[in-house]
């Protein structure tokens, strides 16, 4: 019903920068949040960033302050800034997406994955 693009995934030194783009198509009405996950290694998937329609923003602690998620609802894209990068932000980066009810895992629409690897 949705589907999400992802690009900006990247090497790079530790301190550097990235932006993480996705862009959804298809079956977008009723899309209420957009958003970021990762899992890196050896780890459970965890929220990174989400931004909600009314735009509203969830970040996790470990990323407060050193990355901004945005959305532009007109173009249906969610990124990610991501800097000061550390080299425990390693990790396969997910967008995501909900679409109608907050209390269904239904709902719930994922990218594919882009790698970011950050080197000491």
């Known amino acids: 019903q949705v589907q999400l693009v992802e690009s900006g995934g990247d090497l790079v030194q530790a301190g550097g920068s990235l932006r993480l783009s996705c862009a959804a198509s298809?079956?977008?009405?009723?899309?209420?949040?957009m958003g970021w996950y990762r899992q890196a290694p050896g780890k459970q998937r965890e929220l990174v960033a989400t931004?909600?329609?009314?735009?509203?923003?969830n970040y996790a602690d470990s990323v407060k302050g050193r990355f901004t998620v945005s959305r532009d609802n007109a173009k249906n894209t969610v990124n990610l800034q991501m800097n000061s990068l550390k080299p425990e932000d390693t990790a396969v980066y997910y967008c995501?997406?909900?679409?109608?009810?907050?209390?269904?895992?239904?709902?719930?629409?994922w990218g594919q994955g882009t790698q970011v690897t950050v080197s000491s």
């Open positions: 995501y997406a909900h679409k109608g009810s907050w209390y269904s895992s239904a709902g719930d629409f």
């Open positions: 931004v909600t329609s009314p735009g509203t923003t």
């Open positions: 298809g079956s977008i009405f009723g899309i209420n949040a």
